[in-house]
């Protein structure tokens, strides 16, 4: 494979001459580049030169994914090193499980080069293991030719019994794949019976002892279902599941089988092969003890439903045998509440009769009219009683009543205004005196102009007592 060479330059930036026009060879002018367009040149001739490479070395500098999903390690040898990048899309359909410093892998991607750091590195697009690609190959090939048999066909795979009694466990027994569809079934169908192999699931010969435990096990009396257990692991792990071998004694068994190897990412031959595929050994044992704890549940609940049918019943009989003792117990008290209950009702429908009507109502007209009558005398008084005082209230203020008392209102007729003093009548004047029922015109003859002294404020009391002196003063006089 190819391999661009670099040579590292080193410049002394104090002995840097200043940029101007160089010529080359021929003379022809010849202007130097930036940083930035020499690096876009190299980055052209990396990228497009190497588009797809298939790499092999051991990983340095392995950190894991960072948190944005990303991936950032280095490959190396003897004498080179080279950065690598998984991008999180890629990342998504690699298996990076057990990848450390040290793992020897086979990486297929591209060159890109990082232009603010001048550095190359490959993108990755996917990564395996070394030795994983020869077996991803043999098991391409062998999925390939089951296939044309025609061994993945769903018409041949066998029914799983729905309710099985005994189950055949192909596994070692000392793993915890076992232990899993033990403590499972003790919890969900105790009754089932479990017949163990014990056989090595993985290395050298482990296929065969495989095979041989399906075998053996197609031996038992009336074994119901078979599961081939098996926990996770690398695909080197579970190669045992690919081999030929193990898949034509799948197909072989007159038993149904349940492929549960490795965990639900994990695929292998013996699932395809198998006549169902549980993700899990603890998934295969929930599927055949699901119809099982299915019954259970539903013998549970007709149990409990019989039983509250028949408390209900019991319970609606003793209600029943109760009522009819009260009613039998009740039965004067009842005959003597419906007599009571008859005389109530009599009296209503003879108190409902026309006549007991007709006389009820000539009651309340009656009643009626006296109530309006008093009323009305009594709204009448009220109205008299303020028309009385009304009248007085005039009589109070009527100013006619005041001349009755002798008094009288002298005002000038061509004014239209009252005197009130004697500055207001000047000799000559003529005058209009008003008494209670007529009046007289007058003529001044003379004025005397009378300056009375001012006179403190007065209570009205004090003022009609000193009116009423003034007056009968002059009387006298």
């Given amino acids: 494979m190819l391999r661009p060479k670099l040579k590292r330059i080193e410049f002394d930036t104090d002995e840097l001459p200043e940029l101007d026009e ?43 994914q960072a948190t944005s999903g990303h991936a950032y390690f280095s490959i190396k040898d003897e004498s080179a090193l080279i950065s690598c990048v998984i991008w999180k899309y890629a990342a998504m359909s690699i298996d990076l499980r057990g990848m450390q410093d040290g793992t020897l892998v086979e990486i297929r991607g591209k060159i890109s080069l990082y232009p603010p750091k001048g550095g190359y590195q490959i993108v990755v697009q996917s990564m395996q293991k070394t030795g994983q690609g020869l077996l991803w190959q043999k098991f391409e090939q062998m999925k390939a030719k089951l296939r044309e048999e025609g061994l993945f066909d769903a018409d041949r795979k066998k029914p799983i019994p729905p309710y099985p009694a005994k189950v055949g466990v192909v596994t070692a027994i000392t793993g915890a794949a076992v ?49 081939i257990a098996r926990g996770g692991g690398s695909l080197e792990e579970l190669w045992t599941f690919n081999e030929e071998v193990v898949a034509r004694a799948i197909i072989a068994s007159r038993i149904p089988v349940i492929s549960a190897v490795g965990h639900e990412s994990d695929f292998s031959i013996a699932d395809l092969v198998a006549d169902l595929r549980a993700a899990t050994p603890s ?59 008859l005389n109530t009702l009599q009296s209503r429908l003879e108190m409902q009769s026309p006549q007991k009507r007709i006389e009820l109502m000539r009651q309340r007209l009656d009643d009626y009219q006296d109530s309006m009558r008093g009323s009305l005398q009594q709204a009448m008084e009220k109205v008299k009683h303020r028309l009385e005082m009304c009248d007085t209230k005039l009589n109070a203020l009527n100013p006619f009543a005041v001349l009755n008392r002798g008094y009288s209102i002298v005002y000038d007729p061509k004014k239209r205004k009252v005197i009130t003093s004697a500055v207001q009548a000047p000799p000559d004047t003529v005058l209009k005196i008003q008494f209670e029922k007529d009046s007289i015109q007058a003529i001044v003859a003379s004025n005397d102009k009378v300056s009375h002294p001012v006179r403190k404020r007065q209570t009205r009391a004090q003022y009609g007592s000193s009116m009423m002196e003034d007056l009968f003063g002059d009387l006298n006089d």
Wanted: include cysteine.
């Fill in 22 to 64: 160089r010529k080359d060879s021929v003379g022809a002018v010849q202007t130097p580049e930036t940083v930035s367009q020499l690096t876009a040149r190299i980055q052209q001739m990396l990228e497009g030169e190497f588009v797809d490479l298939y790499v092999v070395g051991q990983i340095s500098g392995w950190r894991g």
């Fill in 179 to 227: 232990k899993d569809i033990i403590s499972i079934l003790q919890r969900r169908a105790p009754q089932i019976c479990l017949y163990l192999y014990n056989s090595r699931m993985q290395g050298d010969g482990a296929a065969a002892e495989v095979a041989h435990g399906i075998e053996q096990l197609n031996r038992v009396p009336d074994l119901d279902v078979l599961i």
């Fill in 283 to 341: 998934a295969a044992a929930e599927i055949i003890s699901q119809n099982t704890m299915a019954i259970a549940d539903r013998l549970g609940d007709i149990k409990r439903r019989m039983r509250n049918t028949m408390s209900s019943r019991l319970r609606v009989w003793h209600g029943n045998m109760q009522i009819a003792e009260r009613l039998y117990l009740s039965l004067p008290y009842r005959m003597e509440k419906v007599r009571t209950k």
